[in-house]
Structure formats: C-alpha cells, structure tokens
C-alpha cells in the first residue's frame, strides 16, 4: 500500500469454548485444501483506512500473513476442536474454502461511531477421485466494535463467528456422515 499503511500483529487463537463439539460420528475422514483470496485486493488486507469526510481513503490495515493463510490456521484449528475427521492426507476428500468478502463500514450515532465487519467465506467438499462436489456452503459472519483496538476487535469478532458457524453446520456433518464407506 502506501506509507499511511499499518501492519497489524495478528495473534488470532480460536476460542474453544464457543465451538461446540460435533454430535456423533462426523463420518469420513477429510483433508483441508487451499483457502483461495477472492477478494481481488491484496491478500494482506485486513482494512482499508475510512475516510470520514468525503475524501478518498489512504493507508490500509495490513497483516504479516496473507488473511488466506490466517483463516486457514483457524478453520483447521476449529475443525479439530469440533472433532471433525481431519487428516492431513485424506484419500479422496477434500474441504476447500475462498474468501469472498472482507468488508468495514464505520456506523454514526449521535455520540459516538461503531466499526462493523462483514466476512463472506464460501465452502466445497469434493471427492477428488470422483471429481464429483458432495456439499457447498456460504457462511456469512458479521461484528462490530466502539471501543479500544476495532479493527483486530473486530477481524477476530468475525474469524469466531465465522467459525463456530461453519462448525455447527448440521449440512456439512451430514454429508461426511452420508459419505462415509
């Protein structure tokens, strides 16, 4: 970006007690694939800067890590906590997820302003040695914060529930369930 541009220290830990365990057997046994960016910015963009008086904005919020990776740390972390199956070489499933959205707005009141996030991560799980998709999903998550650090507040606001969202997908488990040899 731009000399206005700050990198934040991402620290992101997925909060276990909001992810709920998995009920009975979770079926097959899946890998993570690759988390793809489809944002079509730059892949360590967390923020871009909001400008406030009508100006165009300069400067951006930036991570170390591109956001992709960071989300993928975080869902296999979730995953397991959750219990699901995941294996690091899994034979012909594969969960594969893109990053469709990552959007701030700033919300006015009459004493104050809030910071509100919205994430958009879309989900496959396919059987590779069939080239067939088994299930899709799109989890929407959204945040917001007035207070303190707002953009990580509200980054890791959206990476939790986000998470715990994609966790508790009764659709999901029942197609691992479904696939299950």
């Known amino acids: 970006m731009d000399a206005q541009s700050l990198t934040l220290d991402i620290d992101f830990v997925v909060n276990r007690s909001r992810i709920l365990p998995v009920s009975g057997s979770v079926g097959r046994k899946f890998t993570l694939g690759a988390v793809v960016d489809n944002r079509g910015k730059d892949p360590h963009l967390i923020m871009e800067k909001i400008n406030m008086g009508g100006r165009l904005p300069r400067g951006a919020y930036l991570s170390q890590e591109p956001v992709a990776g960071i989300f993928f740390n975080a869902l296999k972390d979730a995953l397991?906590?959750?219990?699901?199956?995941?294996?690091?070489?899994?034979?012909?499933?594969?969960?594969?997820?893109?990053?469709e959205k990552l959007n701030y707005s700033v919300m006015m009141g009459f004493a104050r302003c809030m910071l509100?996030?919205?994430?958009?991560?879309?989900?496959?799980?396919?059987?590779?040695?069939?080239?067939?998709?088994?299930?899709?999903?799109?989890?929407?998550?959204?945040?917001?914060?007035?207070?303190?650090?707002?953009?990580?507040?509200?980054?890791y606001a959206l990476l939790d529930n986000i998470l715990q969202k994609i966790c508790s997908d009764k659709a999901l488990q029942e197609a691992l369930a479904a696939n299950t040899p």
Do not use: H, R, Y
């Not at 012909?92 to 893109?98: C, P, Q, T």
């Not at 989890?139 to 980054?155: H, P, S």
């Open 80 to 99: 397991l906590t959750a219990g699901f199956a995941l294996e690091e070489k899994a034979p012909d499933l594969v969960l594969g997820a893109s990053i």
């Open 116 to 155: 509100q996030g919205l994430m958009q991560v879309d989900l496959k799980l396919v059987n590779v040695k069939e080239q067939v998709q088994i299930w899709q999903g799109s989890f929407v998550a959204q945040a917001g914060a007035g207070t303190g650090d707002v953009v990580l507040e509200v980054f």
